[in-house]
């Protein structure tokens, strides 16, 4: 599948799911009055060759997203030096190593040892209720909506098509830019972990849940906690020069007059209404750069249309 359709399949399933994306009120989620609770759900194929979800009464879509096909899998090695198209986002990313920034829990009621759902901090259940446009009092950050998502799965690299996965649209009100948020909540008793990276102040994106839990529209949604840190700018080298290409390749060019071991580029998709898509932030990597020198990349998940370059960083080592 090229690159335009995949990015296409996911926009089209995260417009539904911002489309049906109602109120939060009293702690329930109801998309049962708008998705036909008839509609029984289709296993979709990874080949793209089905991709009709016809979703349930918690689903978040229509059916509308054939293009999902899930055959771009990551390219481990790819060509041109390619970082295996690696997302980044969490603890031991190249852009998390601010992770333990200025995230509490308002209740105290949190342990700093990490769990099996991936937790950096495991916040317990405030029970106070997350409705629109819900402001966490530990993080600058508004929680806009939760709902459940349809479609390809992309904050893992996988791209693998999954059916009525949390979801939150989320907003960093922070003047500086965020270099990295998990933030938990609850449906019910069952927590939901959302990894955000790489998110300029004031803007928004559509996150999915790190571990694919289900999201049930029944049960209340409450507060847990958020670790987040943020930094004064994004890091662009001054030596390195980047350009968006045709065929959703990035052109990196050495402005120095000495060689790069290496150079990674770090780039998110922004949806054409401005909010960026997942809150993964994917990885290209290009070697041995020499002084004057250009080298394009082809990422399997950039596009030239939508793609937009948040970070760039030379390093002395390969490695």
Not at 117 to 145: C, P
Not at 197 to 205: G, I, M
Not at 294 to 313: A, W
Request: aromatic share 6%.
């Amino acid at each position: 599948m090229s690159n335009n359709k995949k990015i296409n399949g996911i926009i089209i399933g995260l417009i539904v799911l911002l489309i049906v994306m109602i109120s939060v009120k009293s702690g329930k989620v109801n998309v049962a009055s708008i998705i036909n609770p008839s509609n029984k759900t289709e296993d979709s194929s990874e080949s793209g060759s089905n991709g009709t979800s016809g979703g349930n009464g918690d689903s978040a879509v229509d059916g509308t997203n054939s293009e999902n096909g899930g055959d771009d899998q990551n390219n481990a090695g790819g060509e041109n030096g390619e970082d295996s198209d690696s997302p980044t986002g969490g603890s031991g990313g190249e852009n998390g190593s601010a992770n333990g920034g200025s995230g509490s829990n308002s209740n105290g009621n949190s342990s700093n040892t990490g769990s099996k759902d991936g937790s950096i901090t495991d916040f317990g259940n405030t029970k106070e209720k997350v409705t629109s446009n819900y402001k966490a009092s530990d993080a600058d950050i508004v929680i806009q909506r939760v709902n459940a998502y349809s479609g390809i799965y992309i904050e893992d690299g996988s791209d693998k098509n999954v059916s009525n996965v949390a979801a939150i649209q989320v907003k960093n009100t922070s003047s500086k830019p965020l270099e990295f948020a998990q933030i938990q909540l609850y449906n019910g008793n069952k927590k939901l972990v959302f990894d955000v990276s790489t998110l300029p102040a004031n803007y928004s994106a559509v996150v999915m849940e790190k571990n694919k839990a289900s999201f049930d529209s029944s049960k209340g949604v409450t507060y847990g906690g958020t670790t987040a840190g943020y930094t004064d700018k994004f890091e662009k080298s001054s030596s390195v020069k980047c350009e968006k290409v045709s065929n959703n390749g990035i052109k990196v060019t050495n402005k120095s007059k000495k060689d790069i071991p290496c150079v990674r580029i770090f780039y998110k998709y922004k949806s054409s209404e401005g909010y960026y898509v997942g809150g993964i932030t994917y990885t290209a990597k290009i070697e041995k750069l020499k002084a004057g020198e250009s080298q394009t990349v082809y990422p399997s998940h950039f596009d030239s249309d939508g793609g937009e370059i948040m970070m760039v960083k030379t390093y002395t080592t390969t490695d």
